[in-house]
């Protein structure tokens, strides 16, 4: 089956500007989650989604924001970029039942701002 | 909230030796999943292992496997016949069980291993 798609696989964006990430999960997952990453923070979770609903945010400002849609699709947006927000963005899937718990990730967004 | 940690940020072994990751975590959840995820320069997260802490037997996989010590809160990873395919960055997480309702992975800062032929 296919995997977790994330598109673009790579961006560079400037100061200021906005971006948007596409996160497409594995056939019948309903649960995304979006996971920061960098060399000094490491893996930071962003937020999670199932069925079109914010279950959980980590600990991010307002200008990371995300949605989920009808058909599990999840895009997340960054507003105002500042250099900081230079990560590499993974997104993950799962059926996340009792029984099920393994989150598949995706190769990830490299985000560059200059 | 749950902290994860790895003291070990990079390793190497020699191929067909066998090494062990260290991870410790904090938590005052009684019920909740550890996870080994590798990152190869790929960058690729792969599920390694799991362990379930409500069960006592350690989980293992092939060549992988884990010494899981609850009231010590350490979950260490065991890998034998090191191969060279298993040079990667190993991240250790934790996840609270919420019986599905949400989830949330919470990640060690990585070892970096490197096998050597």
């Known amino acids: 089956k296919a995997g977790v798609t994330q598109t673009p696989r790579y961006l560079i964006k400037t100061r200021g500007q906005q971006v948007t990430l596409s996160c497409s999960p594995i056939?019948?997952?309903?649960?995304v989650s979006w996971y920061q990453q960098t060399p000094g923070q490491g893996l930071q979770f962003l937020f999670e989604?199932?069925?079109?609903?914010?279950?959980n945010k980590g600990n991010f400002p307002g200008r990371f924001s995300g949605r989920q849609f009808s058909n599990s699709r999840s895009e997340m947006n960054v507003s105002t970029l500042e250099l900081g927000d230079s990560a590499l963005y993974l997104c993950?899937?799962?059926?996340?039942?009792?029984?099920?718990?393994?989150?598949?990730f995706g190769q990830g967004t490299r985000l560059t701002v200059v | 909230a749950q902290t994860v940690t790895q003291s070990q940020p990079e390793m190497s072994v020699q191929e067909a030796e066998t090494v062990t990751l260290s991870c410790t975590y904090d938590?005052?959840?009684?019920?909740?999943?550890l996870f080994w995820y590798k990152q190869p320069p790929s960058r690729q997260m792969i599920l390694v292992i799991r362990?379930?802490?409500?069960?006592?037997q350690n989980a293992t996989e092939n060549r992988f496997s884990v010494n899981f010590q609850k009231a010590a809160k350490s979950f260490s990873l065991k890998i034998s016949d090191s191969q060279l395919g298993d040079t990667a960055m190993y991240f250790c997480?934790?996840?609270?069980?919420?019986?599905?309702?949400?989830?949330?992975?919470?990640f060690g800062k990585g070892t970096l291993l490197t096998v050597n032929p």
């Open positions: 362990q379930e802490a409500y069960k006592q």
């Open positions: 056939s019948g997952h309903r649960s």
């Open positions: 938590t005052s959840e009684s019920n909740y999943y």
């Open positions: 989604y199932f069925s079109e609903t914010q279950r």
């Open positions: 997480a934790f996840m609270k069980f919420s019986g599905g309702s949400n989830y949330k992975l919470t």
């Open positions: 993950a899937s799962s059926l996340n039942t009792e029984m099920n718990t393994e989150a598949f």
